[in-house]
């Protein structure tokens, strides 16, 4: 039996295995996409939770910070490993297959429609079990409520940018986990830079919005504030994925060697 080839992928090969797995999920039944989508939602929550939590115990101090900032990527370990919907890395997928084919702009947008609202919903499902439930200690629920609030202080624009860098650094996930052989190489990936995301407190529109809505439930915050925010923090994401890394990674493959396979060519490659 031959060994699997451990090579390093061309940006070419990349480009169309996230054309790949694209199809695949616009394939999928909307039922499939709900559930999936409300899980990611949920488990995006573990983050907030690991973050609250070391804050809880360690105090406040850079080193504190910098301590809970390493449970940051718990979620997005969840999320990715367990091949979930998480609504920016649809940034990247649905994106680059729309590049490639000049088509399934609708399916791409019932898609989008359908991760966003699962996902927005098991945010809040989140939200209900850490404040409402009691299953979490006071002090801990607290805590996430506090980093919600913390996110919205910011005016539209500055939740745009960072959002912009959250929607780049996920996306960019995205793509590095399609150029990757083996589960351990995407676990440091996806740990490296979502630990960026989370030491930098950049914004993320699913990620971000268990916290939020901590807050909102717990009555610390509006639901007006909390719905500018997500707008600031969604138009950012998908700016920073879909303009950053989707197409200016499609303009590399379509430059340096040619239109990436549509239609037929793709299936067959």
Known sequence: MAPPDTSRLSAREI??????????????????????????????????????AALTVLGSGPGAEFVASMLYPIGFLAVILGRAQLFTENTLYPVALILAERRHLLATARLWIIVFTGNVLGALLFAVLAVKSGALDANFAGEIAHLGK???????????????????????????????????????????????????????????????????????????????????????????????VALLNYAQVASGDGPPPTGSESAAA
């Open 150 to 244: 913390g996110l919205v202080e910011a005016d539209f624009s500055t939740n745009f940018w960072s959002g912009v860098f959250g929607g780049w650094i996920i996306a960019l996930v995205a793509w590095l986990v399609a150029a990757s052989h083996w589960t351990i190489g995407q676990f440091f990936v996806i740990y490296a830079l979502t630990f960026l995301v989370g030491i930098g407190r950049f914004d993320h529109c699913i990620a971000s919005a268990g916290e939020a809505l901590a807050a909102v439930v717990a009555g610390e915050m509006g639901v007006g504030t909390f719905l500018t925010w997500l707008a600031a923090a969604t138009l950012g994401n998908i700016v920073g994925g879909v303009g950053i």
């Open 15 to 52: 480009f169309e295995r996230v054309s790949s797995d694209a199809r695949d999920e616009l394939g999928r039944p909307p039922s499939a996409l709900a559930f999936s989508a409300l899980f990611a939602g949920l488990a995006m929550g573990l983050s907030g939770l690991g973050v609250a």
